[in-house]
Antibody
Framework: EVQLVESGGGLVQPGGSLRLSCAAS????????MHWVRQTPGKGLVWVSF????????DYADSVKGRFTISRDNAKNTLFLQMNSLSADDTAVYYC????????WGQGVLVTVSS | DIVMTQSPDSLAVSLGERATINCKSS????????????LAWYQQKPGQPPKLLIS???TRESGVPDRFSGSGSGTDFTLTISSLQAEDVAVYYC?????????FGGGTKVEIK
């Protein structure tokens, strides 16, 4: 069974940092592109970032470019999102998702940026 | 970025009746290699992550009931629920994946009338 489990969310002050993780199981993680998508409470879905199978290519939404870094550890079947210089606008539930289109999603992790 | 515009924002339909959701892309999302549009539909129920229902405009994912169908061409696409069931109450999103910068429509909330 394919499973994606996010962790690392929580409350952080403006300007702070967080590192999200997404532990994958039930499939060959190294064979799949991975994405981060976020959702502001009560609002729609916004793509954040993606990474190819071997990290040779990544990209980011303009709103997070230069502040967020996506990476992966194929040996540990884990996807990461390093988030720096956080602001209130980054408050959201963050989902990791597999493939394009996104055929499997994690349950999501809440990131709250507030003083 | 490709802008996806969904309508309506919300929809109330009687049980057993048809629900139709529209989605428009700001440019062509036709993948030339297979002549198919890179358009997906997702269903999101409260407290749950989105679930992929349909890809390539009209290809249902395994296990998705056949009352869900997708259609469209050019820049206009439609998700139809042919006979609304209580378990279909959810928010539905379209997504283009022609560009690796994925973009979603704003969502359509489907409720029971």
């Amino acid at each position: 069974e394919v499973q994606l489990v996010e962790s690392g969310g929580g409350l952080v002050q403006p300007g702070g940092s967080l590192r999200l993780s997404c532990a994958a199981s039930g499939f060959t993680f190294s064979n799949h592109w991975m994405h981060w998508v976020r959702q502001t409470p009560g609002k729609g879905l916004v793509w954040v970032s993606f990474i190819k199978t071997d990290e040779t290519s990544t990209d980011y939404a303009d709103s997070v470019k230069g502040r967020f870094t996506i990476s992966r550890d194929n040996a540990k079947n884990t996807l990461f999102l390093q988030m720096n210089s956080l602001s209130a606008d980054d408050t959201a539930v963050y989902y990791c998702a597999r493939n394009t289109p996104n055929d499997y999603w994690g349950q999501g992790v809440l990131v709250t940026v507030s003083s | 970025d490709i802008v996806m515009t969904q309508s309506p924002d919300s929809l109330a339909v009687s049980l057993g009746e048809r629900a139709t959701i529209n989605c428009k892309s700001s440019q062509s999302i036709l993948y030339s290699s297979n002549n198919k549009n890179c358009l997906a539909w997702y269903q999101q129920k409260p407290g749950q992550p989105p679930k992929l229902l349909i890809s390539w405009t009209s290809t249902r994912e395994s296990g998705v009931p056949d009352r869900f169908s997708g259609s469209g061409s050019g820049t206009d696409f439609t998700l139809t629920i042919s006979s609304l069931q209580a378990e279909d109450v959810a928010v539905y999103y379209c997504q283009q994946y022609y560009s690796h910068i994925l973009t979603f429509g704003g969502g359509t909330k489907v409720e029971i009338k």
